[in-house]
Nanobody, 119 residues
Framework: QVQLVESGGGLVQPGGSLRLSCAAS????????MGWYRQAAGKQRELVAS???????SYPTSVKGRFTISRDNAKNTVYLRMNSLEPEDTAVYYC?????????????WGQGTQVTVSS
């Protein structure tokens, strides 16, 4: 039984920060590329950050310099630290676990956690 359990979402003012967590079980965590995706209302799902089994990270231009993804293999947990949040960051954020040979967008998904950036 595979589970990805997300936490840390909530309401934050523009310029504020949040840290999201995703705890995985039922997989050999160290073998998976981990990613954070988000989907705003009426928009396509987009990749926000990824971290490979070797610790290499990747970000789109929209969040680069503001978001940081990290992983703790001993805790089977991946994190997303979000700084300088903007209203455009408002979305449901999803955790994803994918084997290297799987296509992007496949693998296992968390339930999602709502992030709302508003004054």
């Amino acid at each position: 039984q595979v589970q990805l359990v997300e936490s840390g979402g909530g309401l934050v003012q523009p310029g504020g920060s949040l840290r999201l967590s995703c705890a995985a079980s039922g997989i050999i965590f160290s073998l998976y590329t981990m990613g954070w995706y988000r989907q705003a209302a009426g928009k396509q799902r987009e990749l926000v950050a990824s971290i490979t089994t070797g610790g290499s990270t990747s970000y789109p231009t929209s969040v680069k310099g503001r978001f940081t993804i990290s992983r703790d293999n001993a805790k089977n947990t991946v994190y997303l630290r979000m700084n300088s949040l903007e209203p455009e960051d408002t979305a449901v954020y999803y955790c994803n676990a994918r084997l290297t040979l799987e296509n992007i967008g496949m693998g296992y998904w968390g339930q999602g956690t709502q992030v709302t950036v508003s004054s």
